[in-house]
Nanobody, 117 residues
Framework: QVRLVESGGGLVQAGGSLRLSCAASESISSRNPMGWYRQAPGKQRELVARIISGGSTNYADSVKGRFTISRDNAKNSVYLQMNSLKPEDTAVYYC???????????WGQGTQVTVSS
């Protein structure tokens, strides 16, 4: 069972930056897509950014140009650099891994990001 552990959340003022990290507990194939989702109070969980085999990325429209997802396969880790943060970015951010072998999804425990105005 793969465990995903996020870190890097916190409280930041609008316009500031944070970098989230997610480390897998074991070696994972670079073919497995990894991504970041977020869930704000009273809202559904939504995709923020995803990185797939070959390094292709996609982003939610609301974060394009501000957030950057990256991956270090040697460290079994994925990162989310968040710049120009807005209060509406406030949410719990979850790391996600999809196994292309089993189609099973794995989730981290979540890390809180709070952006004050």
């Amino acid at each position: 069972q793969v465990r995903l552990v996020e870190s890097g959340g916190g409280l930041v003022q609008a316009g500031g930056s944070l970098r989230l990290s997610c480390a897998a507990s074991e070696s994972i194939s670079s073919r497995n897509p990894m991504g970041w989702y977020r869930q704000a109070p009273g809202k559904q969980r939504e995709l923020v950014a995803r990185i797939i085999s070959g390094g292709s990325t996609n982003y939610a429209d609301s974060v394009k140009g501000r957030f950057t997802i990256s991956r270090d396969n040697a460290k079994n880790s994925v990162y989310l650099q968040m710049n120009s943060l807005k209060p509406e970015d406030t949410a719990v951010y979850y790391c996600n891994l999809l196994s292309v072998l089993t189609y099973r999804e794995y989730w981290g425990q979540g890390t809180q990001v709070t952006v004050s105005s």
